[in-house]
C-alpha cells in the first residue's frame, strides 16, 4: 500500500489546515489590520496568514499566504508551532505557526487588510484576535533551537477561548 492509498476515515475528527504567520523587526511584530469589510476579525489585528491550497506544502503556503498579504517575499519562515482548534464540530482547523525576522522589502495593502508593524510592548493597546495576547509572547520569548510549541484551543460553557500548550 502507498501513502497515497490513504483515505480519510469519515468515523474520525479531521482538521482543516491553515498558516499563521509573525514577521518580527527587533520589538515589532507585523500584524494585519483587518480590512473593515471582512467578515472575520473586521479591524482587528492578526497575524499574516491562510488557507493551505491543494498541492501545496505548509511552508510554500506561508510563503504565498505572505506574500498576497504583505507583499513580502520570503522571510525566511521557520515553523515555530502548531495549534489544533475544536471548533465544536466535526471538523476542526489544525494551524501550523511560523515567525520570520524582517529582511527588507515594500507592504502593501491588500483585500484582507494592512500590515502595520506593532510594538511587542504595547499589544495589549491594539484590538487583537482573541489568542493573540497569549500567542504572541510565546513566539517572541522562543530562543533559536527550541522545538515548535504544541497547543490546542478549546472553548468552556460559555464560549470562552481556552489555550492549552503541551510540555
Do not use: C
Request: negative net charge.
Amino acid at each position: 500500500m502507498s501513502v497515497l492509498d490513504q483515505k480519510p476515515d469519515e468515523n474520525r475528527y479531521t482538521i482543516i489546515p491553515r498558516t499563521l504567520i509573525f514577521i518580527t523587526r527587533g520589538e515589532y511584530v507585523l500584524l494585519l489590520r483587518g480590512d473593515p469589510e471582512k467578515k472575520n476579525w473586521s479591524e482587528q489585528y492578526n497575524g499574516v496568514g491562510g488557507h493551505i491550497e491543494p498541492g501545496e506544502d505548509v511552508l510554500s503556503a506561508a510563503q504565498r499566504e505572505l506574500k498576497e498579504e504583505t507583499g513580502l517575499d520570503d522571510q525566511s519562515l521557520k515553523l515555530v508551532g502548531t495549534v489544533t482548534i475544536d471548533t465544536g464540530q466535526e471538523t476542526g482547523i489544525g494551524l501550523f505557526v511560523f515567525q520570520g525576522e524582517y529582511q527588507g522589502g515594500n507592504l502593501f495593502p491588500s483585500e484582507e487588510g494592512t500590515a502595520v508593524w506593532i510594538p511587542v510592548d504595547q499589544i495589549s493597546e491594539f484590538p487583537l484576535v482573541e489568542d493573540l495576547p497569549t500567542l504572541i509572547p510565546r513566539v517572541m520569548e522562543r530562543e533559536q533551537g527550541d522545538p515548535p510549541f504544541s497547543a490546542h484551543y478549546d472553548a468552556d460553557e460559555q464560549g470562552h477561548l481556552l489555550i492549552s500548550f503541551a510540555g
